[in-house]
């Protein structure tokens, strides 16, 4: 079989969600895709979890870490074993819709597209265990003159054509995954184009690592400044932008 896409899945102390990721991309109904989950040097029993449920799925690579090494690491691990066409991401808490892939792969027909993306829904889960979930949907198109605004792309929603956009690496940054969009939309010139269509699910967890909205506007100026090679006043301006346009969410 021809991979065609190749989805990378990073794993940590993820029990709890990690069946429900691997379900939905099983699920797919576009079926030449391989999937490179790899374990973090997980401590709770997540690998047993995934081994128990990939073991007859030909589609699966397992990439076990001696030792933990963060999400950047990991992706990039898996970047490196795709043989596929087409990269996309789907964290280990997170869901697909049966049709993720077949949406991203029909906008493509007699068109050449570098990246793509979809809308989803962040959804979670409050006290009393009932789900609550709002739908988030990006521009159509997001190139050089809005991708600076805000991070519109969570990596769940991507889909990436290699043969376009050529070699990427994620870097050890925080934000990682905005700063490889600016590094491809903006300084590589390439563009995303949404599929128009609801297919992601993206889970906001207690441990959420933006949380904290002080520190995470402290860290997106930090960013801006460093990314932008930007003065006090331009990434403070890049930075209340960013606020403003992540509290419409």
Not at 42 to 56: M, V
Request: glycine letters at 2%.
């Amino acid at each position: 079989m021809t991979v065609v896409v190749s989805i990378i899945m990073p794993c940590f102390n993820a029990r709890n969600t990690i069946i429900s990721s691997i379900k939905s991309v099983q699920a797919q109904t576009f079926k030449d895709f391989e999937c490179i989950i790899i374990d973090d040097n997980s401590r709770d029993d997540s690998l047993l979890l995934i081994q128990n449920i990939i073991y007859q799925d030909k589609r699966f690579k397992l990439i076990k870490l001696d030792k933990n090494r963060g999400v950047s690491f990991c992706r990039n691990s898996g970047i490196i074993s795709a043989k596929g066409r087409y990269i996309t991401f789907l964290d280990s808490d997170d869901i697909w819709d049966s049709n993720f892939i077949f949406h991203n792969l029909e906008i493509r027909k007699n068109k050449d597209i570098p990246i793509s993306h979809s809308s989803y829904i962040r959804f979670k889960k409050n006290s009393f265990y009932i789900l609550e979930g709002i739908i988030i949907r990006p521009p159509n198109i997001i190139d050089s003159k809005n991708i600076l605004q805000k991070n519109y792309l969570p990596l769940l929603s991507v889909f990436i054509d290699r043969r376009i956009v050529g070699d990427f690496i994620f870097r050890n940054i925080r934000p990682e995954d905005y700063d490889l969009w600016i590094e491809l939309i903006k300084k590589r010139n390439f563009y995303s184009e949404s599929t128009k269509k609801i297919n992601c699910f993206y889970r906001i967890s207690q441990n959420q690592r933006s949380k904290n909205k002080f520190y995470s506007l402290l860290r997106i100026y930090n960013f801006y400044k460093l990314k932008v090679n930007s003065n006090f006043i331009i990434s403070s301006f890049y930075a209340l932008r960013w606020t403003i346009f992540n509290l419409k969410d």
